[in-house]
């Protein structure tokens, strides 16, 4: 019991954090929604691990978790470099065992910063903002290779735009497939994940309904085709996503969990101005672009109850090279005022 519950904890606690720490770094970072679904790769790399758990006498359970998050930025001193970032949130995750291989789990989160500024990705002091409804269908040991005992796992996961940030770019819904290998021994596993995402979006770019707005924002509407509708801008949104996450885990002593994850995401956005015009600067080039960036999480975990954990931990979520691009980043700590690196601490409860 204690081992299923870390299990599902290390899953409920990453979904909160990919959600909490990156809500004021993706914008700037990928011009596209908060990489709460990175959650999904997370859990997929570890679905092995769950099918080796004894059958539970009921199929409904799930966690509750309630994480606090700090940016770097935070303890960065100077009236005009310190950018502080101070975000809660909980994150319910009910999941239903079909079988001993196969699993259906439901997630969404609330998130609340208690810094405003702007890297707090909210609209009004003490806004609350929800996540995406993510569902995800998983199964476990598609493939077991009875010599090695490296399994292959699969997984199906969808979501729905209960989040500001999806409505604002339009999405209709985002579907990812994964395909997964694992292996374990003893004190010791390791996995690899590689994951699809396709966005469905009604417009290319983000978009405002104009109705009863006063005072509406500088649009950008080249060829609207609805003129009731203003488009601010910026990033395109993005229409599909490869993902490439390492998992590895380690078991020092009962109850005790260390994890580290790294994932490596490219992100190719819709082409929305495949020619040049009159509002083109010189130095952009037309057509779809690829944007590149990176996620690394170093966790421990102790299980304090059968039902209650703790956990502690670092994430960091930034474009793989500096900003002049003359060299890459560190991929698990950038020591910036940009909360490109968060740490984290977590009560998790299942049931």
Same mark, same amino acid.
């Given at each position: ?50 099918? +080796? $758990? &004894? ?6 359970? @799930? !966690?509750?978790? /309630? #994480? ?75 493939? +077991? $290779? &009875? ?6 796992? @699969? !997984?199906?996961? /969808? #979501? ?192």
């Amino acid at each position: 019991m204690r081992t299923r519950l870390a299990q599902l904890l290390v899953l409920g606690i990453a979904s909160t954090f990919f959600v909490s720490t990156a809500l004021a770094t993706s914008v700037d970072v990928d011009g596209t929604e908060p990489p709460a679904e990175a959650a999904s790769e997370t859990a997929d790399v570890t679905t092995e691990a769950a099918a +080796e $758990e &004894p059958k539970e006498d009921r199929p409904f359970g @799930g !966690s509750v978790t /309630l #994480s606090n998050s700090v940016g770097f930025g935070t303890f960065i001193p100077g009236e005009f470099t310190d950018r502080p970032a101070y975000d809660i949130s909980i994150t319910v995750a009910p999941h239903y065992v079909i079988d001993d291989q196969q699993r259906l789990t439901a997630s969404i989160s609330v998130n609340q910063s208690v810094v405003t500024n702007v890297d707090s990705a909210v609209t009004r002091p003490n806004q609350a903002l929800l996540s995406d409804l993510s569902l995800v269908y998983s199964y476990s040991k598609i493939i +077991e $290779e &009875p010599v090695t005992g490296i399994s292959v796992n @699969g !997984s199906l996961a /969808l #979501s729905l735009p209960t989040s500001l940030a999806s409505q604002y770019r339009t999405m209709f819904a985002a579907v990812a497939p994964t395909l997964s290998a694992s292996w374990s021994w003893e004190w010791l596993s390791v996995s690899y994940a590689l994951q699809f995402r396709k966005w469905l979006h009604e417009y290319d770019h983000p978009a405002v309904d104009l109705e009863g707005v006063v005072g509406a924002p500088i649009c950008l509407n080249r060829t609207s085709p609805d003129p009731d509708k203003c488009f601010p801008g910026g990033f395109a949104n993005v229409s599909h996503r490869v993902g490439n996450t390492i998992g590895l885990g380690f078991r020092p002593m009962d109850g005790l969990s260390i994890g580290t994850t790294f994932i490596f995401y490219n992100s190719f956005a819709y082409d929305a101005h495949p020619e040049e015009d009159e509002f083109t600067s010189e130095n952009a080039v037309a057509g779809n672009t690829q944007r590149d960036t990176t996620y690394a999480n170093i966790d421990v975990t102790y299980t304090i109850t059968d039902y209650l954990a703790a956990s502690v931990g670092t994430t960091t979520f930034q474009p793989p090279k500096t900003a002049d691009n003359k060299s890459f980043r560190f991929p698990f700590f950038t020591p910036d005022a940009n909360n490109f690196t968060s740490f984290y601490l977590a009560l998790a409860g299942s049931f």
